[in-house]
């Protein structure tokens, strides 16, 4: 226990000296009179669509993961959208992206399922999210012939290689079963034996949430659904920049969706706070808006996601009866997993 708490303190100190780094290069040199005037003239009737898109999105991504779970169990939209809402909460309101885990733990407990197999089907969506925002960029590159600075090049060819790898491994991992625990063992084998023996059982456990790569139809639904579930932020984005009269065409708002993927995939302070802050500005760099003006989006643009995740989030939270005691259990899960094996 007192191992696994030290862990999160860790994860969770990390993401807050990153969120206070960012917070300092964003706010540095900037006209905070710019950003009162901007908040103060801002149309806040753009919120409207923004929060309605937000909760579209992750009714979708409910429903993708509807599909994603067949396999192991055939579970109600209702539950799963609840499931995902709680996670999401989770993610805005904890460090170390426990979301992801809380929401395995959530479905593995209302509906009687493996925790590390759920857990599993969400590192594929992650996969797949990942995949997707890829394509996006590649279409505006293609089309819009946008020309990309250094960081960013250098962040899509990390972004591809992780995702390829990554990918590559779990249908390794399902197809070739033995070949890939085989893999994994060797490249362990430095670690004490009771951590190879606990790892290698939950990645068996872990394999039954990969039962979709064995059914192309559930695949090709889900990848469509993967670009249903992307479009909607991209308008968020859209609608926001709007209400403080900031006019770009619609690809610069998949453009700013692109590189906030890639920017919360490193540590983060809950909430990814000042890391979004940051990446706002940096992004927005590229198409000429000032300083004062790309916070001022990033304030509302939060607020935007804050305000359905965790009001709904909270709601079936104390309705479905978890406690936040059980939050923190969720951290045990490949442990739980393990001992059930």
């Known amino acids: 226990m ?19 780094l960012f917070l300092f290069l964003a706010f540095r040199k900037v006209d905070f009179n710019e950003i009162g005037i901007a908040l103060k003239n801002a149309n806040y009737i753009y919120t409207i669509p923004a929060i309605l898109l937000t909760v579209l999105s992750l009714w979708l991504r409910s429903l993708r993961w509807h599909f994603m779970l067949q396999q192991i169990k ?16 989770a993610n805005y309101l ?42 996006f960029l590649f279409i505006i590159l293609i089309c819009f012939s946008f020309p990309l600075p250094d960081w960013m090049k250098s962040a899509v060819y990390l972004a591809c290689g992780f995702y390829i790898l990554s990918l590559l491994f779990l249908i390794l991992l399902k197809v070739q079963t033995d070949k890939a625990l085989k893999l994994t063992s060797f490249i362990f084998r430095p670690l004490p034996k009771k951590i190879q023996n606990k790892f290698l059982t939950t990645l068996n456990s872990f394999i039954t949430g990969l ?4 059914h ?8 469509f659904l993967s670009v249903l579930v992307w479009i909607p932020p991209g308008f968020i984005i859209y609608f926001i920049l709007i209400s403080f009269d900031i006019f770009l065409p619609l690809y610069a708002s998949y ?68 406690s936040f005691a059980q939050i923190k259990c969720s951290q045990k899960i490949e442990e739980v997993e393990t001992n059930r094996s």
């Open 74 to 89: 055939k579970i109600r939209l209702n539950s799963l959208f609840s499931a995902t809402m709680i996670g999401f909460m």
């Open 216 to 223: 192309f139809r559930n695949i090709l639904v889900s990848v």
């Open 211 to 214: 039962q979709i790569l064995h």
């Open 255 to 322: 453009l700013i969706l692109v590189i906030f993927c890639f920017g919360v995939m490193i540590p983060s302070a809950p909430g990814f706070i000042g890391t979004i802050q940051f990446l706002s500005v940096s992004g927005l760099a590229l198409f000429g808006v000032s300083k004062g003006q790309a916070l001022s989006f990033s304030f509302l643009y939060h607020l935007c996601q804050y305000i359905p995740i965790i009001t709904i989030g909270l709601i079936y939270f104390f309705i479905e009866g978890f």
């Open 94 to 135: 904890f460090p170390a992206r426990l979301g992801e885990f809380v929401r395995a733990y959530v479905i593995g407990e209302k509906e009687s399922i493996s925790k590390s197999a759920s857990f599993a089907t969400i590192i594929f969506e992650r996969i797949l999210d990942g995949i997707t925002i890829l394509t």
């Open 2 to 20: 007192i191992r696994k708490e030290s862990r999160l303190n860790w994860k969770f100190w990390i993401g807050i000296i990153i969120g206070i």
